[in-house]
């Protein structure tokens, strides 16, 4: 044993005595205060109902249990909701069920927040630096899904008659795979090694995984109530009033995804773009660095604050957080603006963490970039770009480092004329996410390694979300091309359960093993999964040899194929023409 493996070994077992059963034990209160609550409110509603209050709440249960049972965790959404109507509450429609099951979903994530923070303030001298950290990813995970589910609920209620039906489902859905995306990210800031996983598991038997299950059943629920709302509007008005994406494809091709409007359009296409602010390392602009000008940024801006960023390289770790809202960088030109760091998981990052630029608030738009991660390939993951931000856009943007190079973590994001170049699943996440015209090259990895192109992150089948490579051309960087034989490369593998991801037109060099994609451990995955290939070409794109797997898949109709373009995956006939890139919204 190595001495840093006997210290981690030595730091483990003189804390696990104290630090984890007080871990367990104040999750456990956590959970129990819930539990208690219901069984109280419950034994109070039942001394005393008269009949019709009893035949109200019959009713209500009924339609609760219909609405549960086309959930994955059936019981578990039965009663959680039945606790509130033994409290009183009432239900008349699969909508009032979902509005409730968020409600008490939120309930649950603010008692996790406090368990956790509870941790974080008592503990702290028992946990490893990573550790820290990760319990602090978590909270900014629960903060985040706290916002989702508040927006989801505030959504609902206004369902179906602020905006059509589509637009409210492709947004709600959006909200509630973010929200479970964000408890898997709070688990896996403790999966990088064993002093870690035992925290996991901890998390794993506490409030973590409950509140996503909560989450999947209300998504679920929802995604039946939408599902079948629209199609019954399909039949009542007609085919002609759909699909949205046939009006978007008739302006042409130089039409974008929908939620970028005619002014940000203009914004990622015009030679010269008018900035609010400037930051110039030379000290010529208002700011030095990129990170105080975001600081200075207005909160919850309605309208678009653009930063110009000045040629220069600029070495520091910028976040734009959720309050930091239509955010657009513009740069000086991809090879001359550069915004670099080396955070990484074998120096005591979580993956999470290590991101150079960390992107949350929405509308975020940016163009002529470079970002980069300097950390390496022996020092496993480390992220150039995490994009976490709702109808988000990249043009001309270079996103380079090796292992986990590109984190599209969740939401909507959109990547057009961009290069992607790393090793081991360097796009990953669970956004749903689109490439057009991008470079994709793998680069030469660590001795023994294999290049994964994708590792895309659904963990449930009514998730929105997936990894779209469309038009692009994926390839080997230089100095991988001569040696490609000795490093297989493939175009992805399932980082999750339901990892969905569509190649579709996209030129594809020998760089790619003729199998195509790799499996991640065993057999996991490889059912529920779907990789699709569509109408691609060069000479790494013929499907003969490609793995037989029953998620795996070669497209032939284009009427599925379409399924996975800009106009019908993200929305994109409004709000990317409000971006100014250039974007193609069918096939």
């Known amino acids: 044993m190595s001495p840093v493996k006997e210290s981690l070994a030595g730091i483990l077992n003189s804390r696990r005595k104290l630090f984890l059963p007080v871990f367990a034990s104040l999750l456990l209160i956590a959970a129990i ?38 959930t994955l965790y059936p019981e578990l959404c ?21 509005i409730l099951s968020l409600n008490v979903t939120i309930s649950a994530e603010q008692r996790n927040m406090a368990a956790l923070q509870k941790l974080l303030d008592s ?7 990573r550790e820290k950290t990760a319990l602090g990813d978590c909270l900014e995970m629960i903060d985040r899904t706290l916002d989702e589910l508040h927006t989801a609920v505030k959504d609902l209620e206004e369902y179906p008659n602020k905006k059509s039906i589509e637009d409210h489902a492709d947004d709600l859905k959006t909200l509630l795979s973010s929200a479970i995306t964000n408890q898997e990210t709070c688990l896996d800031g403790f999966s990088h090694d064993k002093t870690d996983k035992h925290v996991r598991q901890v998390l794993v038997g ?9 989450c999947s059943n209300s998504l679920a629920m929802l995604t039946n109530m939408t599902d079948t709302d629209i199609e019954r509007e399909r039949k009542s008005y007609g085919a002609g009033r759909k699909l949205q994406v046939a009006d978007h494809d008739s302006q042409g091709a130089g039409g974008w995804p929908k939620w970028l409007s005619a002014g940000d359009r203009r914004l990622l296409q015009s030679p010269s773009v008018t900035a609010d602010v400037t930051v110039a390392a030379d000290g ?5 660095t990129v990170s105080e000008a975001v600081e200075k940024a207005p909160q919850n801006s309605g309208r678009r604050y653009v930063i110009r960023i000045k040629a220069g390289v600029y070495r520091e770790n910028v976040e734009v957080p959720k309050k930091k809202t239509n955010i657009m960088f513009v740069g000086d030109g991809r090879s001359n603006t550069i915004i670099t760091g080396s955070r990484n998981v074998r120096d005591g990052s979580t993956t999470f963490n290590s991101a150079t630029v960390a992107v949350v608030g929405a509308g975020f738009l940016a163009r002529d970039i470079t970002f980069q991660n300097t950390a390496g390939a022996a020092k496993h993951q480390a992220v150039a770009l995490r994009v976490g931000s ?23 994001n959109y990547f057009v004329q961009c ?3 790393g090793t081991v699943d360097f796009i990953f996440g669970n956004a749903a996410a689109v490439f057009q015209d991008c470079d994709i090259h793998a680069r030469r990895p660590n001795s023994g390694q294999r290049n994964m192109v994708t590792a895309q992150g659904r963990t449930d089948p009514n998730q929105n979300t997936g990894i779209v490579l469309q038009k692009c051309r994926i390839g080997a960087t230089s100095d991988l091309r001569p040696v490609q034989r000795s490093f297989p490369t493939f175009l992805g593998r399932p980082w999750k359960e339901y990892s969905r991801t569509v190649v579709m037109q996209s030129s594809i060099t020998d760089v790619i093993d003729p199998a195509g994609w ?52 993200i929305a994109g006939g409004s709000w990317l023409r409000a971006t100014g890139f250039p974007f193609s919204l069918g096939l």
């Open 33 to 70: 205060v819930g539990i208690v609550a219901g069984v109280k409110s419950s034994n109070r509603n039942n001394s005393g109902n008269d009949h019709s209050s009893a035949m109200k709440i019959t009713t209500s249960h009924a339609i609760a249990r219909s609405s549960c049972s086309n």
């Open 78 to 98: 039965y009663s959680a909701i039945a606790d509130s109507l033994s409290d009183g509450k009432q239900v008349k429609s699969a909508k009032d069920v979902i």
């Open 123 to 129: 503990g702290a001298k028992n946990l490893t630096k």
């Open 206 to 214: 506490g409030q973590v995984l409950r509140v996503e299950k909560l």
């Open 284 to 288: 010529s602009g208002n700011y030095r």
């Open 390 to 412: 709702d109808l988000s856009a990249f043009y001309r943007c270079d996103m380079l480092a090796y292992q986990d190079t590109l984190y599209v973590h969740s939401n909507r």
């Open 419 to 421: 290069l992607v170049a």
């Open 518 to 569: 790799h499996e991640w451990s065993g057999t996991f995955a490889l059912n529920t999964l779907f990789y699709g290939e569509y109408q691609n070409t060069g000479a790494g794109a013929a499907t003969s040899r490609r793995v037989t797997w029953r998620g795996f898949k070669v497209i032939t109709s284009a009427t599925e194929a379409q399924r996975y373009t800009a106009g019908t995956f």
